[in-house]
């Protein structure tokens, strides 16, 4: 549904897209994540056809979006960043105004702004001044121009930003509910929102592509260096020294806790589950253990160690 | 062609869907007033020699009310969408450049006419309650207008261009109003040009002074020259407006 080959964008002075390569199949809803300044707004912006490329080329349905952008757009409902409305128009006749200029004829769009109020929860709410409402409502205008013309893609830019948390979860299952009947790509820099709606996600930082793949897999990708965390009741000497035997750990921090205990922090060499062997350890040198866990990275943790790799490697 | 109704039916509900439309619209009609009241004082006892109409051009409200209605009409027609951001929700619909800037300007022009209709008032008046009929008859009122629609589509251009080009509504206003009194005023460089100079130079100043090519229309004579000289100057500036909403997609 999305090619995107190579595509670079610069402003004077400044890149802010740089040779970004991704597809995104029919029916995906993805996720295009990265802090702020991150490139996520200009690539929608170019997708949507506002932009042009500096560089590169990006397919929608099979429509170049600069060469052929008239296609293109008839197939992509974008809303921009901060969701841009005409304040004096009434909600009805702006969708209305919306679904004409999208080239749907008198009857059509009619029958389309009555479906998509509906399915944004917009029904009763459709002589209403636009400038008038709350934002959470007005996001809801923007999701249903959106919508309005059954474009194929739908692109989001940062479709949640600015609402409470009960606004949140509806327009998230809007979105989730569009799965499968079309492509969806969302931009946002809250992870969690991220790992909730889109099947797949691109990271971007600094214009680049830092990673591409489903949540649970980036999870995965990362498990492999879940520390361990073990208090033992032993002599901080000894542990080190048997830490240091086993070839299995990588690198291992002992600071002391209450007591007799010592709180180790043991890093795996290749991703292996350490708990059997330092409880085995344990028992073999008759010491007590009083926790052992497994600090699973949450996908928290990785977004932000991938999307700051300068900074966490000085904290380091 | 459906598309372009839609968009220019949406700009022309701006106007009155916001104050700035019957401000400017009371505004106007203030201004035809008092030209009209000085209109009614240079009539006074005896009839007139010439049309009312051409009096009514030489009243300086008239061009007073051009000169400021045409920058604050256009003004937000870019430079407010660009502002809100809305200009890009609107280009990213499957619309034309041409169609936008077609759209805004048609908005622009029956905004601009729907002002002038308070004069169409004034001159009942005096053809109803005067006895200066000889002067006032459909074709002097038919040039008027169309003196007063060509002058409108020079200088709203001119107002869609400055508007086209910034973000600031107030900066289009300005530039646009400096740029229609420079035209306006460049007529007049034909008076200052010394007696020994050239013949031509006062010729072709004079192909572009405004003030007298409209004087014609308002007796009724309508006069190709002035008619090609608006359009050409009008399309000229729409064709500039037309490449700056382009510029965004050059690469």
């Known amino acids: 549904m999305i090619e995107v080959s190579?595509?670079?964008?610069?402003?004077?002075?400044?890149?802010?897209?740089?040779?970004?390569?991704?597809?995104?199949?029919?029916?995906?809803?993805?996720?295009?994540?990265?802090?702020?300044?991150?490139?996520?707004?200009?690539?929608?912006?170019?997708?949507?056809?506002?932009?042009?490329?500096?560089?590169g080329t990006a397919r929608v349905a099979g429509y170049d979006v600069f060469y052929q952008s008239?296609?293109?757009?008839?197939?992509?409902?974008?809303?921009?960043?901060?969701?841009?409305?005409?304040?004096?128009?009434?909600?009805?006749?702006?969708l209305k105004f919306r679904a004409r200029i999208k080239g749907l004829g008198w009857g059509q769009s009619r029958r389309r702004v009555d479906t998509v109020m509906e399915q944004c929860g917009l029904t009763h709410m459709g002589r209403r001044i636009i400038g008038q409402l709350s934002k959470g409502y007005r996001q809801r205008v923007g999701l249903?121009?959106?919508?309005?013309?059954?474009?194929?893609?739908?692109?989001?830019?940062?479709?949640?930003?600015?609402?409470?948390?009960?606004?949140?979860?509806?327009?998230?299952?809007?979105?989730?509910?569009?799965?499968?009947?079309?492509?969806?790509l969302i931009s946002t820099h809250i992870l969690p929102e991220a790992e909730m709606m889109c099947g797949r996600m691109l990271i971007l930082y600094d214009g680049k592509m830092l990673a591409?793949?489903?949540?649970?897999?980036?999870?995965?990708?990362?498990?492999?260096?879940?520390?361990?965390?073990?208090?033992?009741?032993?002599?901080?000497?000894?542990?080190r020294q048997c830490w240091a035997q086993m070839p299995e750990i990588e690198h291992a921090e002992v600071s002391a806790a209450e007591g007799e205990f010592h709180r180790c922090i043991l890093t795996p060499r290749d991703g292996t589950d350490l708990r059997p062997v330092i409880f085995t350890v344990a028992l073999q040198n008759g010491w007590v253990l009083r926790e052992l866990t497994r600090n699973r990275q949450s996908l928290e943790d990785i977004y932000v160690q991938v999307t700051r790799p300068n900074e966490d490697e000085e904290g380091e | 062609m459906k598309i372009f109704w839609t968009l220019a039916r949406r700009e022309l509900a701006a106007y009155f869907l916001s104050v700035t439309?019957?401000?400017?619209?009371?505004?106007?009609?203030?201004?035809?007033?008092?030209?009209?009241?000085?209109?009614?004082?240079?009539?006074?006892?005896?009839?007139?020699?010439v049309p009312v109409t051409e009096l009514f051009y030489q009243t300086p409200y008239f061009w007073l009310i051009v000169l400021l209605a045409a920058p604050v009409i256009t003004m937000r027609l870019f430079a407010?969408?660009?502002?809100?951001?809305?200009?890009?929700?609107?280009?990213?619909?499957?619309?034309?450049d041409v169609q936008v800037v077609a759209a805004k300007f048609t908005a622009a022009i029956v905004f601009y006419l729907v002002m002038w209709l308070p004069l169409l008032a004034c001159l009942f008046v005096v053809?109803?309650?005067?006895?200066?009929?000889?002067?006032?008859?459909?074709?002097?009122?038919?040039?008027?207008?169309?003196?007063?629609?060509?002058?409108?589509?020079?200088?709203?251009?001119?107002?869609?261009?400055?508007?086209?080009?910034?973000?600031?509504?107030?900066?289009?206003?300005?530039?646009?109003?400096?740029?229609?009194?420079?035209?306006?005023?460049?007529?007049?460089?034909?008076?200052?040009i010394p007696a020994g100079a050239p013949q031509w130079e006062s010729q072709v100043i004079g192909y572009f002074d405004l003030f007298d090519q409209i004087n014609d229309l308002a007796r009724g004579v309508v006069d190709t020259r002035a008619v090609i000289l608006y359009t050409s100057l009008a399309f000229f500036f729409l064709f500039l407006t037309l490449r700056v909403v382009e510029s965004r997609r050059w690469k």
């Open chain 1, 70 to 94: 008239g296609e293109a757009r008839r197939r992509i409902g974008y809303m921009p960043e901060n969701n841009p409305l005409y304040p004096e128009m009434r909600v009805r006749e702006y």
């Open chain 1, 212 to 239: 591409a793949d489903t949540p649970d897999n980036l999870q995965r990708l990362m498990a492999g260096n879940a520390r361990i965390i073990a208090e033992i009741a032993a002599p901080a000497e000894a542990l």
């Open chain 2, 127 to 192: 053809s109803r309650f005067t006895d200066q009929q000889g002067t006032l008859d459909a074709g002097t009122i038919g040039g008027m207008f169309l003196g007063v629609f060509l002058v409108g589509c020079l200088f709203l251009a001119a107002g869609c261009f400055t508007s086209a080009l910034t973000r600031s509504q107030m900066a289009a206003a300005m530039v646009a109003f400096v740029l229609g009194v420079s035209l306006f005023s460049f007529g007049f460089l034909a008076r200052a």
């Open chain 1, 144 to 184: 249903a121009d959106a919508l309005v013309h059954e474009p194929e893609l739908i692109i989001l830019d940062e479709p949640t930003i600015g609402l409470d948390p009960h606004q949140i979860r509806s327009v998230r299952q809007l979105i989730k509910s569009l799965a499968g009947r079309h492509t969806v």
């Open chain 2, 21 to 49: 439309g019957y401000v400017i619209i009371a505004a106007a009609a203030f201004l035809i007033g008092l030209s009209f009241v000085v209109l009614i004082n240079g009539l006074g006892n005896q009839p007139s020699p």
């Open chain 1, 6 to 55: 190579n595509l670079t964008k610069r402003y004077a002075g400044r890149t802010a897209v740089a040779d970004l390569s991704f597809s995104v199949a029919r029916g995906e809803i993805v996720g295009l994540l990265g802090p702020n300044g991150a490139g996520k707004s200009t690539t929608m912006r170019i997708l949507a056809g506002f932009l042009p490329a500096t560089s």
């Open chain 2, 80 to 96: 407010l969408e660009k502002f809100s951001g809305t200009f890009e929700t609107l280009m990213t619909a499957p619309v034309g």
